[in-house]
Every structure is written in structure tokens, then in C-alpha cells.
């Protein structure tokens, strides 16, 4: 079934860890993107991508980074966790045709960093 | 830079009653709006959109309008129901779609 995928959903680490969170999406995306989201509140864009190898900082200041190697896989990794990454992290896709460039989101990875 | 205001930011309303959520862009680029609704816990997901060419859409209970000129659109939903309960976020996407520009948000509350 064709949708966007994220793992984990659920984390919990410590100060100072190395971690990365996963997306894949199977609907043959050309654009993806993530978003920093505390529950119910503003979409920051943190990271997006228009292709394989292409790479953009979003608005949100942020110390992670990212790489697209494949057209389905984006994953966003933190070199050392703070806790002030404790948040929701959101990726998305969506597809360059025409007007209609809709944002299919997927479920989330809860991070929290003690 | 640009950016996307959006009102309010949270309204309750009883249930059956209408509900306006208003936005405001400022990239005159912006061609296409479309709205979000995201449920507690659950990812944002698309519920309407409309094209700079288009004055109005409607789909059953929600509807949106447009004016290019003052750089406004709104969502409505009309005989609102505690289904709704939600946060709704609008948005706005440049000619090519480079970086969508998302609203702040509008937690909408419908009380039974």
C-alpha cells in the first residue's frame, strides 16, 4: 500500500546519544520534508528535499541533519540529543504536478530526550 | 520572509453551528491553498484545497473561498460536528510548490 512510513514512533534516550529517525515513503515522491511539531501546535520545517541528493535547511534553526540518497528514504539524524529536541518529529512527501502539490504526512516519531 | 497568518487560534463553537477559520498570505506567488486537519495524536492530513483560478470550492460541509486580491482565504464548515474538534492548519505553495508555507494553526473545539 502505497504511503509514508516513519520509525521509531516512540523514543526515549539519553543526553549526548547519536540518533536517527527514519522515513520512507512508496508513493514515488520527487519532494520530502520534516517538521518539528509539539503536539497540536505550528509546523516548523526543519529539513526538505526536492530530489536524490538534493538537501535544503528548513526555517527552524536546527542541529540535525539529513541526506537523500534513494527517492524513498529521508532520514534525519541528531548528532548528540539535547533536550530541547524533546518534540514530535513529522516527515512528509509530496509529489511536483501541476498546482495540486498536496503534503501527505506521515505518523510521527515522539522523541524525548532526558 | 514570507509567511502565513492564520485566525484564530482556537474557537469553540456549539455543535451544529458554523465555523470560520481566516488566512492571510503574503507571497503574491502563491497559487495553491490547501487546509489540514489534524486529530489529537494523529498526522496533519488534507481535507480541501483550492487554486489561485478558483473563487470557491465545496465539499459537503466544508467549503473555501478565496480572494487573491486581498491575499485572504478561509475555510468554513458549516453544521459542525463534535467530529470536527480538531486543529486545522492552512497553507500556502508557490507557483512549482518550493516550500509550502503553513499557518500557525486553529484549534476549533465543538461542543455537543
Known amino acids: 500500500e502505497a504511503d509514508i512510513y516513519q520509525t521509531p514512533r516512540y523514543l526515549v534516550i539519553g543526553t549526548g546519544k547519536k540518533i536517527t529517525l527514519e522515513c520512507s515513503q512508496t508513493m514515488g515522491h520527487d519532494k520530502m520534508y520534516w517538521y518539528q511539531q509539539d503536539p497540536g501546535m505550528e509546523l516548523h520545517l526543519i529539513h526538505y528535499?526536492?530530489?536524490?541528493?538534493?538537501?535544503e535547511k528548513g526555517d527552524l534553526s536546527s542541529e540535525s541533519t539529513v541526506s537523500r540518497i534513494r527517492t524513498e528514504h529521508f532520514p534525519l539524524t541528531l548528532e548528540s540529543a539535547r533536550p530541547s529536541h524533546t518534540s514530535q518529529y513529522l516527515c512528509?512527501?509530496?509529489?511536483?504536478?501541476?498546482?495540486?502539490?498536496?503534503?501527505?504526512f506521515g505518523p510521527g516519531t515522539r522523541l524525548t530526550v532526558l | 520572509g514570507e509567511n502565513v497568518e492564520q485566525h484564530p487560534s482556537t474557537l469553540s463553537v456549539q455543535e451544529g453551528d458554523s465555523a470560520v477559520i481566516k488566512c492571510t498570505y503574503s507571497d503574491s506567488a502563491s497559487n495553491y491553498f490547501p487546509w489540514y486537519k489534524q486529530e489529537l495524536g494523529k498526522r496533519p492530513q488534507l481535507i480541501i484545497d483550492?487554486?489561485?483560478?478558483?473563487g470557491e470550492k465545496k465539499d459537503q460541509r466544508i467549503a473555501v473561498t478565496l480572494n487573491k486580491t486581498a491575499k485572504h482565504f478561509s475555510l468554513h464548515i458549516t453544521e459542525t460536528q463534535p467530529e470536527d474538534s480538531a486543529v486545522y492548519f492552512c497553507a500556502a505553495t508557490p507557483s512549482g510548490g518550493f516550500k509550502t508555507i503553513f499557518g500557525a494553526g486553529t484549534r476549533l473545539f465543538v461542543k455537543a
Open positions: 512528509a512527501s509530496s509529489e511536483s504536478r501541476g498546482y495540486n502539490e498536496w503534503q501527505f
Open positions: 528535499s526536492y530530489g536524490v541528493n538534493s538537501t
Open positions: 483550492i487554486r489561485s483560478n478558483v
